[in-house]
């Protein structure tokens, strides 16, 4: 029966690890998309940098409910 405990205890562990890492890079990647999008439209149409703030700030927006929906569906 011990046994069973520490292979549960594994299992959280590596679960919690895996949803902190899952957060982590689903969040930076949601602002690194919307920063070199956003980038892309500056040059193109020579605004810098608006295009490239209001994208980043889309991208943590996006990154904020990427989080909710993720924290949402872990039990």
Do not use: H
Not at 11 to 29: E, N, P, Y
Request: charged content about 20%; glycine content about 8%; proline content about 1%.
């Amino acid at each position: 029966m011990n046994n069973d405990n520490k292979n549960d205890e594994k299992r959280r562990i590596l679960k919690a690890f895996g949803l902190v890492t899952q957060l982590g890079l689903s969040m930076a990647s949601c602002v690194i998309i919307g920063f070199i999008f956003g980038r892309f439209l500056d040059r193109l149409t020579g605004a810098s940098p608006l295009f490239m703030i209001v994208f980043a700030f889309l991208g943590a927006a996006a990154a904020i409910k990427v989080m909710y929906d993720i924290a949402k569906d872990w039990k």
